[in-house]
Every structure is written in structure tokens, then in C-alpha cells.
């Protein structure tokens, strides 16, 4: 008998909770705000970077390292913060409880609701690299643009992977908007953004490792000077290594932190 | 209940809430935080420019990250707290309410800066040597009050939208840009100094910068110009945020549309 994907019961969980949480987004978020956000987000804090990079060292080359970078990082304000807020979300509009409440499993029901986040980061990455050659002008003359579309697609999972971990211990918290907040930014100082991995005191080193950005921002560089996905293999599988590690482990924190919410009755604490 | 009542009251109701729950600074504080120690990092092979730019810059983003996360979320909390209602029956008006919340932020935005300035000088060893600590601290506080007033007049149009937490992401950043918080605006395209030069951060930044190094030439106008111009940008402020508040204020009443969110 052949089972049909819309009826399989986790995939229609999952597709039901993306098309929910796009519909809810837009319902209070008009689409001409998000608009603003996307070209405007990208432009202002490549800019940033670009003209202290520009003031510290007027040499090309730093410009081009961090116009590259931080066209990678501004992803974080959908893969990281939207998505490290999606319970806390739920708090806030009191549908926690009753979401909780039902017997769907959890993973499908909350990847679901970073569905769009994924997309949107992919589009904000994309942004940054069309100002990065056209407005801070790196040169892509020689860019692999299939590897460098497979390190974009690659990151934007890997990031959503990560912002769910942070999510789940948002479920336990009053709110998530505080770590949000931090790993918003915290990749601009640990993963290799700005200046290289190797500039960071030894000790901190493996928390940028831990970040699925980190390999993000080096793959994309060297896809940008010409490397194929055959050479980029290994750090796209190290990427996504830390991205689907990032899934589990937020998974099992979601179900234990879920536990103890039941437990101590503090769901709708906030 | 007088004006001034009005000012205080919504300035004390403020602080209280914040220390009710002071977590909320890490979300104000973190980013100018972080700008400031990927700055510094940057900055180690560079002498002489350090405090100028990376500290001073990192204290004024640190009082710019608190005024309009304030502003931003002033009715956004009050929106969703179901207490949005009660603020505008009140027969006070609703411009001195905020007013009151946006001056709480600047104290408290102070306490960022100074927050970041001393992990600065502790974490890093970068010591911020002043020339001349009274007009260093005029200047810092009247850059706090341009900001608030810069506040006030974004704060209208958080009345109107229930993006105000877009509105306030994509805001952050253009005034660290525009204002060359952390670098000199001459080095930014020619047409956007006349944007940049319109803000009082701009000139508060630089005051800041002269009373800090007496070598420090900057934009070339001198202390008392600086502080004149952010003394004008405040007043012409807080002029539009009054206004813009009257208009915003009773469009809101007329469309009905103020609790929606």
C-alpha cells in the first residue's frame, strides 16, 4: 500500500505548524515591514564592520573578510533570535499551554514553526551578498556560486538547528529574548566574522567551534575564491554536524525542560 | 495632575519596573557590548585611537541601544500587558507619560555606558584618560538627552505600528553608522553627511572626543559648536516628537486601532 507523504502523521504535523506560524507572522508583521528589514538589516551592519574595518586597517582585503563574514552573520536575526523566541512566543500569546496539551510530537510541531525562518535567512544571506559585491565591492569574479549556494542553504539549517537548542531552554525560562539576544550577537565575536578564530583567546576557541556559523563563514570565503563543493565537503559536513547535533541535543533538552515545566507548573510563567 | 507630576510619576513607575527585572539591560547592553570588544580586537595593532573611537563609541551605542529598546518597547510591554488602555484614558497626556519612561531610559542608559566603559577598562586594560573630566561630563549628558529626545520622536511612531520590535532592530544600527560612533564620518559617502550632521549624536560623540584628547581635530568645528549643535538637534527633537505625538496620539483614538497588536 503506498503511504501518501500528507498523511504521514509527523509530516503533516510539521507542514501544518510552518504554514500556521507563516500565517500568524503575517498577520501582526506587514509584509512591507519585513521587506524593510531585509534590505536594511543586511546593509547597515555590513556597513558598520566595513567602515571600522575601513578606518583600522585601509587595506582591501580586511574589507572583504568582514563584508563576507557579517553577510553570513545577519542571518542570525532570523535563524537565531525569531527562532530562539518561538516559545516565548507562544507564552506571550497564551497558546503554550494548549499547543503542550495536544498529542502531536514535539519535534515535527516545532521545526514546523522555524520552517519559514529557514527561508528567510537564505533570503537575508543572499541580500548581504549582493551588497557585499555591488555596494562594499569584494570580488566574486571567481566565486564557485554553486558551492557558495549550498554553504547558504546549508547555514540557514544548521543556524535554524541551533536557535531551536536556545528555543528549548526558552521553554523552561520566563523568556528567551535574553539568550536571543546573545547568540544574536555573540557570532560576531566567536565565529569568525570579523577576524579569524585564531585571534580569540585559546580557551574560547571551542565555543566557536560549537557554532555551525563558524564553518559557514570559512566555506563561504573559500567558495568565494573559487572552491567546489568537492573541497568545501569536509567543513559543509562539519557544519552540518553541528547544526543536527544542535537539533538532538535541543530536542532532548525541549522534552526534559517540558518535564519539569509540568512538573513545577511554570508554562505560563512570563 | 501637573505636568511635571505626570513626568514623574511614569519616570519612577519605570525605574521600578526595571528593577523589578533587571535581566532586560542584557538585551539593551549586549549588542554595543560585543561591538565594542570585536572593535577592540581590531583595534590591538592600532595605538593612540582606541579610547577615542572603540570606548567612547561603545558608551554612546550603549546609551543609543537603551534609549530606543525604551522607546520601542514603552507601549509594545504596555500593548501587551492589556494596560495600554488604562495609559490613554487617563486625563494626562499621553507625550509626558512618555517622556517620563524616555528620560528613566537615559539614567539608565548612563548606566550602560558606564557598565561598558568599566568592563572595558578592567577586561582590556584600556584606560580612558580624560583632559577634561567637566566638560567630558557636560557633553556626555547632554548626548544622553539628544538621544532621549531622538527617543521621544521614534516613540510616535511605535504608537502607530505593532512592529515596534522591527521598527527598533532596524534602527539600532543606521544611527551607529550615520553617527560615527566608532569611526570618523568622513569616511562615509559624501551625500549622507548632511544625514549624519543632522543628528545630535554626531556632535555629542565628538564633543566627547575633544574633551577627552586636546590633540583630537575630529570635525573641525571645536567643543562649543558641538555642544551647540546637539543643544539645537535636542530642542528641534523634541518639538517634532511633541508634535508627531498630538497627531499620532489622536489618530490612534479616531481609527481605534491603538490596541491592536
Known amino acids: 500500500m503506498a503511504i501518501v507523504l500528507g498523511d504521514w502523521p509527523p509530516f503533516r504535523i510539521f507542514w501544518s505548524s510552518a504554514k500556521f506560524a507563516f500565517k500568524a507572522l503575517f498577520s501582526w508583521l506587514r509584509p512591507e515591514m519585513w521587506l524593510m528589514q531585509l534590505f536594511t538589516l543586511p546593509l547597515f551592519q555590513m556597513a558598520f564592520f566595513v567602515y571600522l574595518s575601513r578606518f583600522v586597517n585601509p587595506g582591501a582585503a580586511g574589507v572583504a573578510f568582514i563584508a563576507v563574514g557579517n553577510a553570513l552573520q545577519v542571518a542570525s536575526f532570523s535563524s537565531i533570535f525569531a527562532v530562539c523566541n518561538i516559545t516565548s512566543e507562544e507564552k506571550w500569546q497564551g497558546t503554550l499551554t494548549p499547543l503542550i496539551a495536544t498529542p502531536a510530537s514535539r519535534f515535527p510541531l516545532f521545526v514546523g514553526r522555524a520552517m519559514f525562518q529557514i527561508l528567510n535567512s537564505m533570503a537575508t544571506i543572499v541580500v548581504g551578498f549582493v551588497y557585499a559585491s555591488f555596494v562594499f565591492g569584494v570580488d566574486m569574479s571567481g566565486t564557485d556560486f554553486v558551492a557558495l549556494a549550498v554553504v547558504i542553504l546549508i547555514t540557514s539549517l544548521a543556524m535554524t538547528g541551533f536557535g531551536l537548542m536556545l528555543g528549548s531552554v526558552g521553554l523552561y525560562l520566563r523568556t528567551a529574548m535574553i539568550i536571543a539576544n546573545i547568540f544574536l550577537f555573540i557570532g560576531l565575536l566567536v565565529c569568525g566574522v570579523n577576524f579569524p578564530v585564531t585571534a580569540l583567546p585559546t580557551w574560547l576557541q571551542p565555543l566557536s567551534y560549537a557554532i555551525p556559523m563558524t564553518y559557514g563563514t570559512i566555506a563561504a570565503r573559500a567558495a568565494i575564491q573559487g572552491s567546489s563543493i568537492a573541497e568545501l565537503s569536509p567543513l559543509i559536513l562539519q557544519e552540518i554536524g553541528a547544526g543536527a547535533g544542535s537539533l538532538v541535543v535541543g530536542y532532548l533538552l525541549f522534552l526534559g525542560f517540558e518535564a519539569l515545566a509540568r512538573r513545577r507548573g511554570t508554562f505560563e510563567e512570563f | ?261
Not at chain 2, 511635571?4 to 542584557?26: C, E, K, N, V, Y
Not at chain 2, 568592563?119 to 584618560?129: D, I, K, M, W
Request: hydrophobic share 55%; proline share 4%.
Open chain 2, 1 to 261: 495632575m501637573t505636568r511635571l507630576q505626570t513626568f514623574w510619576g511614569s519616570f519612577r513607575m519605570s525605574l521600578l519596573h526595571f528593577f523589578a527585572d533587571p535581566q532586560w539591560i542584557i538585551p539593551n547592553i549586549i549588542a554595543p557590548f560585543i561591538f565594542t570588544a570585536v572593535a577592540l580586537v581590531l583595534f590591538r595593532n592600532v595605538s593612540g585611537s582606541v579610547a577615542l573611537y572603540a570606548v567612547l563609541g561603545g558608551g554612546m551605542m550603549g546609551m543609543w541601544g537603551n534609549t530606543l529598546y525604551g522607546s520601542g518597547f514603552a507601549l509594545a510591554f504596555d500593548r501587551w500587558n492589556g494596560t495600554i488602555e488604562y495609559v490613554l484614558a487617563t486625563p494626562s497626556r499621553l507625550v509626558w507619560i512618555i517622556a517620563g519612561r524616555s528620560a528613566s531610559n537615559a539614567v539608565l542608559g548612563l548606566i550602560n555606558a558606564l557598565a561598558i566603559l568599566a568592563v572595558v577598562t578592567v577586561g582590556y586594560g584600556v584606560l580612558l584618560e580624560v583632559a577634561n573630566p567637566i566638560l567630558f561630563l557636560v557633553a556626555l549628558i547632554l548626548t544622553l538627552v539628544s538621544l532621549s529626545a531622538l527617543g521621544v520622536v521614534f516613540c510616535s511612531a511605535f504608537l502607530l505600528s505593532r512592529s515596534a520590535s522591527v521598527m527598533t532592530n532596524g534602527l539600532e544600527f543606521p544611527i551607529y553608522v550615520a553617527s560615527g560612533s566608532m569611526f570618523p564620518i568622513a569616511l562615509l559617502p559624501f551625500w549622507s553627511h548632511p544625514l549624519s550632521l543632522s543628528l545630535g549624536p554626531t556632535w555629542g560623540i565628538d564633543a566627547m572626543r575633544y574633551a577627552t584628547d586636546s590633540a583630537y581635530t575630529g570635525l573641525g568645528f571645536g567643543y562649543w559648536i558641538d555642544l551647540s549643535a546637539v543643544l539645537v538637534s535636542t530642542i528641534v527633537y523634541l518639538a517634532i516628537g511633541f508634535w508627531l505625538f498630538m497627531v499620532a496620539e489622536k489618530k490612534v483614538r479616531d481609527d481605534a486601532t491603538l490596541v491592536e497588536y
